[in-house]
Nanobody, 124 residues
Framework: QVQLVESGGGLVQAGGSLRLSCAAS????????MGWFRQAPGKEREFVAA????????SYTDSVKGRFTISRDNAYNTVYLQMNNLKPEDTAVYFC?????????????????WGQGTQVTVSS
C-alpha cells in the first residue's frame, strides 16, 4: 500500500509563499498521477491542482491559477505544490492524493490514496 506524507505547511502572511511536499513510499511512484486538494473549516474538500504521472500535464482550479505550481520529481518519489501570493482564503488543510493512472484527474472521487494533510494558515 502506498503511503503519502505531506509536509511544508505553516503560518504565513498574506502575499507570502509556501512550498508543500508530498513524499510517497511507492517504488512505482512514476505510475501514479498526483493531486492536491484542500479543505477549509466547515467546507467540503476541493480540488487544487493535479499532475500526470510523467509530469507533463497539469491542471489547476481557477482560484489558484498563476499563483500555485504543481510539480513532481519521480527520482525522489515526491510531488510539490509551490504556493505564491497566498491569500487568507487559501487557509485550509492541504492533502495530496494518488491514483494509479496516466493522466491528471481533478475529481476527488477519482483518487483512492490520501495523505493525512498539512495545515496552511494565511493571516491578513
Amino acid at each position: 500500500q502506498v503511503q503519502l506524507v505531506e509536509s511544508g505547511g505553516g503560518l504565513v502572511q498574506a502575499g507570502g509563499s509556501l512550498r508543500l511536499s508530498c513524499a510517497a513510499s511507492a517504488r512505482t511512484f512514476s505510475n501514479y498521477a498526483m493531486g492536491w486538494f484542500r479543505q477549509a473549516p466547515g467546507k467540503e474538500r476541493e480540488f487544487v491542482a493535479a499532475i500526470s504521472r510523467n509530469g507533463i500535464n497539469t491542471s489547476y482550479t481557477d482560484s489558484v491559477k498563476g499563483r500555485f505550481t504543481i510539480s513532481r520529481d519521480n527520482a525522489y518519489n515526491t510531488v510539490y505544490l509551490q504556493m505564491n501570493n497566498l491569500k487568507p482564503e487559501d487557509t485550509a488543510v492541504y492533502f495530496c492524493a494518488a491514483r494509479f493512472t496516466i493522466v491528471a484527474h481533478i475529481a476527488l472521487r477519482d483518487y483512492n490514496l490520501w495523505g493525512q494533510g498539512t495545515q496552511v494558515t494565511v493571516s491578513s
